[in-house]
């Protein structure tokens, strides 16, 4: 299962390229084609440490790898103690996103890329 | 499409000129998004005026404790649990003290503690005439979520610029460097700092560049009610240029940015060409060309 | 008696007020005890200048797993309201800067497996200043977002018997209303400007509403009719005013006590006190002239 955040929760709108405060998180399955969403919207009120809810609300949907604009330290480690492995993108569509990853173009991070927030 | 830029306008100290230099800006700045991130005292809607509210939304503020007199079997497990003394003896929560962890609730033998969410502020999307967006919020006094509130207006202003077609989101952010301002300043291509030439200004300049240089982010310096102090005017300027910080420029202190003020317009409205308003103007053209090597 | 100094809009001169004001009534030969809880940007002490600093760390507790114990239930990251606790099948993650120490993870683990340890945040600096006011501020580490405890922290500097004035944060979010909380009066500096009125009426209410005596200082006065309307209208009395003078704003910027450059603003500080006393009924200036 491959996660990636999302502006709007279609294959075709933008990547959502913060990580913590994205709107949805579109889980895929590259075995069956298959798409979902997942609503993220409760970060956009959650206390503090979005980043660590949406890296659970990952680890939860049982993804594997994560496609993002940005991942901050707190849900850079999240993820990588769970090992998932975390792909950059940026200014593109969810496809062409996953597309990307496909083709090896996308890069992984071996750390946080942004420093944390709220 | 072009990548969407954020910028934020901080102080460190509160009342250096953040909020009237901020409403300059809007007026010189086309086709962008107003933020207002001040949000325990937010000001600048009373200048910018907006004409149309296109929507807005309560928001929550956390939860907080309250306690079921009538199931309350006043044994005492919750007094003891809560770290802030939020609970009296007898047995009244003050929601101001109450920090909404929990605790009492958990632990409550008797069920009697209701635990909801509140509250905490509004935000509001609105349109300032031109299809021009502003997005601002107010927090409910005594709050202590500002950050998030912060966030939901940043995210808010995101999606007007996607709809807009607006390539800048410029945020009006608040004093101090706690929470709120660490919300209003990360995920920002630049931080620009409205400071005074005085000894509080250069102090709290200090703390908020620290903040800034701690998220990595670009700094520039403007130094308002430039000529009350020569000395503290080129210290700053001597500081930015040890530490690599861009100084944008100075604007003098005149008697006609409070009565713009007064007027409810910003002093490149109110007076055009006073020397302040022609500082700000050059200021805004050197932040022009800044931003587009960022 | 505590005498806290709030404003609702930054800039207004809650600083310049509190530490003259505190100037003042030292000169008269009373024990003060000037405390600055705006402990993300602390500005007293550039005005005061205190000596023999006495620095403390301000600690706050954080969880700490016991490995041995933990059978990775995962109800501690469950319960936690702040996201400082994540469970993964074989690791407790804990996010130390989220934490609110309210330790229900520590009360609820089933196995006992957690306990507390301390973390620094900031520190708070106790010592001696100018006219022997009694001095202490606290400071927020950069980059920390909570000023919550170190306010708490420097509120145990208290001392019996001296007339304290505490200088809070601007704003008007939780961490004015903690500065705020345990004074007697709470005098608000404002500015005749559609800025500071707005942020006044919000600041006032938050003391109203806590059922403090207020009362209203008006620095850099200038003809702004709203403000004196709202004064009147609520009857929420004038305590003082100070005019606006380049000579103040320069003096200021030179990091002076105005009263020492400029001693006729006596009268103005004493009317100040004056009127606290009346409206307190508590004496807080000495006898000295």
């Known amino acids: 299962m491959i996660a990636v955040t999302s502006v709007d929760g279609t294959l075709d709108g933008k990547l959502d390229e913060r990580f913590g405060r994205a709107q949805k998180i579109m889980v895929y399955d590259p075995a069956t084609k298959d798409s979902r969403v997942i609503d993220n919207k409760l970060n956009m009120s959650a206390s503090q440490g979005a980043g660590i809810q949406t890296a659970k609300n990952i680890i939860d949907a049982g993804a594997k790898i994560v496609i993002s604009g940005h991942v901050g330290p707190n849900a850079f480690n999240v993820l990588k103690a769970a090992g998932i492995e975390m792909y950059t993108a940026s200014n593109m569509s969810v496809r062409e996103a996953l597309k990307a990853f496909e083709d090896g173009k996308l890069i992984n991070l071996t750390g946080a890329d942004v420093g944390g927030h709220w | ?294 | 008696m505590k005498i806290a100094f709030a404003s609702g809009k930054g800039g207004t001169g809650k600083t310049t007020i509190a530490v003259n004001f505190a100037y003042h009534i030292a000169n008269s030969g009373q024990q003060v005890q000037y405390i600055d809880c705006d402990v993300e940007e602390p500005n007293g002490h550039l005005f005061l200048k205190p000596t023999a600093l006495e620095k403390k760390p301000v600690k706050v507790m954080v969880p700490v797993v016991d490995l041995d114990k933990c059978t990775f239930c995962g109800r501690c990251g469950a319960e936690c309201r702040f996201n400082a606790i994540v469970n993964l099948k074989d690791k407790v993650m804990i996010f130390q800067e989220m934490c609110h120490s309210c330790a229900l993870c520590v009360k609820i683990c089933p196995e006992g497996a957690m306990r507390e340890d301390e973390r620094e945040i900031g520190y708070t600096e106790q010592g001696t200043a100018m006219s022997g006011i009694s001095f202490v501020q606290g400071v927020l580490n950069v980059s920390e977002p909570m000023a919550g405890p170190v306010i708490m922290a420097v509120k145990k500097y208290y001392k019996e018997g001296f007339i304290k004035i505490i200088d809070a944060p601007p704003g008007t979010s939780c961490p004015v209303v903690k500065t705020m909380s345990d004074s007697d009066f709470v005098v608000f500096v404002t500015e005749p400007t559609p800025f500071g009125l707005h942020d006044l009426k919000i600041a006032v209410s938050i003391a109203l509403n806590m059922g403090k005596p207020v009362g209203v200082v008006i620095n850099r006065d200038g003809e702004y009719l709203p403000l004196k309307e709202y004064l009147d209208e609520n009857g929420i009395p004038l305590l003082m005013t100070l005019p606006e003078k380049k000579e103040i704003a320069q003096s200021y910027s030179r990091g002076e006590i105005i009263l020492n450059s400029f001693p006729q603003y006596a009268e103005n500080f004493e009317k100040l006190a004056n009127n606290i006393m009346k409206l307190s009924g508590k004496k807080i200036k000495g006898s000295k002239k």
Request: charge should be negative.
């Open chain 2, 1 to 294: 499409m072009e990548k969407i830029k954020e910028i934020v306008i901080v102080s460190g100290k509160g009342g250096t000129g953040k909020t009237s230099f901020a409403a300059s800006l809007a007026l010189l700045f086309k086709g962008k998004v107003m933020v207002d991130c001040d949000v325990d005292a937010a000001n600048l809607h009373l200048i910018l005026n907006p004409e149309k509210l296109i929507r807005q939304s309560p928001f929550p503020g956390g939860k907080k404790a309250d306690i079921y007199s009538e199931r309350c079997t006043k044994c005492g497990v919750c007094v003891e649990a809560c770290r802030f003394e939020a609970i009296s003896s007898d047995f009244v929560v003050d929601t101001v003290l109450c920090e909404g962890c929990g605790a009492c609730y958990v632990l409550c033998p008797a069920n009697a503690v209701n635990f909801t969410e509140h509250t905490g502020g509004h935000w509001y999307v609105t349109d300032t005439g031109n299809n021009e967006r502003f997005v601002y919020a107010e927090m409910l006094p005594g709050e202590d979520n500002s950050g998030k509130l912060v966030a939901a207006v940043r995210n808010e202003a995101r999606i007007e610029a996607e709809s807009t077609g607006s390539s800048l989101i410029a945020i009006d952010g608040p004093p101090g460097i706690g929470c709120p301002v660490i919300s209003s300043v990360t995920g920002t291509k630049l931080v620009i700092v409205v400071t005074e030439p005085t000894p509080s200004g250069m102090h709290d300049l200090e703390r908020v560049i620290a903040l800034s240089a701690h998220f990595r982010i670009k700094t520039a310096v403007v130094v308002n009610k430039s000529d009350i102090s020569l000395s503290w005017l080129n210290a700053i300027k001597e500081y930015c240029s040890a530490n690599n910080h861009y100084f944008l420029g100075e604007i003098p202190y005149e008697l006609s940015i409070t009565e713009a003020q007064r007027a409810g317009k910003a002093i490149i409205d109110y007076k055009p060409e006073c020397e302040a308003s022609k500082a700000i103007k050059g200021i805004f053209e050197r932040l022009q060309l800044m931003l587009e090597n960022i």
